[in-house]
């Protein structure tokens, strides 16, 4: 990939970026090819892609910042360079159609170049090892008697953690974004006892510093597989704080479906007994499993409903709000752009895979939900 901006681009310029644009596809078609064999993925996420995320958990580990948050904002602001000043040229400068390819191949080779970086580094966790094989914990049908009992029982979860948790003045829960963080370090301790696939470098997800940016695009978090870093939106209502973190920890241990790793963030949580945690948690097993419910069996849905805790009430209508602040057509395009990423490796359900989660928090919790509501 370059962006060496050339006074007057050549055709060994043209040549470098058709040879860099050709590799990348290549990489890309390989791991195309190769996704649905089972254990050249196997393979590669455990022999390649996962001892290079653990090298480099620990080489950022060691740092404040988010490395990945730096190396967007300078590669952007590089492309955004070399394209303004290209762009200036191409309508000075003489040879216009050889300026203009200069300039279409170099965007071409910077897309494919970063699309082939998340093929090797982040797609074949999605045909590897998969969470089944990992944990043992089978998705399975599910009936709505299961479904309202589970429901029930993380509202039941829900209200005893809303007690226990730091609130403001006005009830809305109030927990220290900094201190979450710093027990994000050894949240999956726990349960890697029982699940050690996934464990991994004890690493504190990354504050990100752009924060308001990353609400635009409707992002909460995400895992960045070129420097292994879990960063973290910090201008969100608090409430759904924990679980993000949780789940973006997830992500980072090679649990790349969205469900799947919704469902570590509730098992992790839960099994840490952090307050913070916990009800955070809940609040996002409440959140998918009732609006499961709520299509399944309203009756049943809005029995459990009004009885959740006041305090829950507020503090979901406070991430309502918030969230109504961004709409506008740029989160239009970044979920489509993303659902079509999703898309791209087979998630066929999309945005909606995150709710799918429902499938695997009845199968797991449903014997212990039962037994303690009718305890």
Not at 345 to 365: E, I, W
Request: proline share 3%; charged share 20%.
């Amino acid at each position: 990939m370059t962006f060496k901006t050339m006074k007057n681009p050549n055709k060994r310029t043209v040549k470098r970026q058709l040879v860099l644009s050709a590799v990348f596809l290549a990489m890309i078609g390989l791991q195309r090819a190769f996704r649905s064999n089972w254990q050249v993925m196997h393979w590669l996420s455990e022999n390649a892609v996962r001892p290079i995320h653990r090298f480099l958990m620990k080489l950022t580990g060691k740092l404040s910042f988010s490395v990945a948050e730096v190396i967007i904002l300078l590669f952007g602001t590089a492309l955004i360079i070399w394209l303004v000043i290209n762009l200036i040229r191409l309508i000075t400068r003489p040879e216009k159609a050889r300026r203009a390819v200069h300039i279409l191949l170099g965007l071409i080779t910077a897309f494919l170049g970063v699309y082939a970086g998340f093929c090797l580094l982040w797609g074949v966790y999605y045909y590897g090892e998969n969470f089944e094989n990992t944990t043992g914990i089978q998705e399975r049908e599910i009936s709505s008697d299961e479904l309202k009992t589970v429901t029930e029982y993380f509202a039941m979860l829900a209200n005893e953690y809303a007690e226990q948790v730091d609130r403001d003045e006005t009830g809305l829960y109030a927990g220290d974004r900094t201190a979450i963080l710093e027990k994000s370090k050894t949240l999956y301790r726990e349960t890697e006892k029982d699940f050690p696939g996934l464990a991994g470098p004890e690493v504190q997800v990354k504050p990100f510093f752009f924060s308001k940016l990353m609400s635009l695009t409707d992002f909460t978090g995400f895992f960045f597989p070129f420097t292994a870093e879990a960063n973290v939106n910090m201008d969100f209502p608090p409430s759904q704080f924990a679980a993000t973190v949780a789940h973006e920890i997830a992500h980072q241990r090679g649990v790349a479906r969205e469900q799947e790793a919704n469902f570590c963030a509730v098992l992790a949580s839960l099994n840490s007994g952090d307050p913070d945690y916990c009800y955070s948690a809940c609040l996002m097993a409440y959140t998918y499993l009732g609006n499961a419910l709520y299509s399944a069996d309203y009756e049943s849905w809005k029995t459990i409903y009004t009885n959740l805790d006041d305090r829950i009430i507020l503090d979901f209508k406070a991430d309502q709000e918030y969230w109504k602040r961004f709409e506008s057509p740029v989160r239009e395009v970044s979920n489509t752009a993303y659902e079509e990423f999703l898309y791209s490796y087979d998630q066929d359900l999309g945005l909606k895979s995150y709710g799918a989660c429902v499938n695997l928090l009845v199968g797991y919790y449903f014997g212990i939900a039962e037994d303690t509501i009718n305890a």
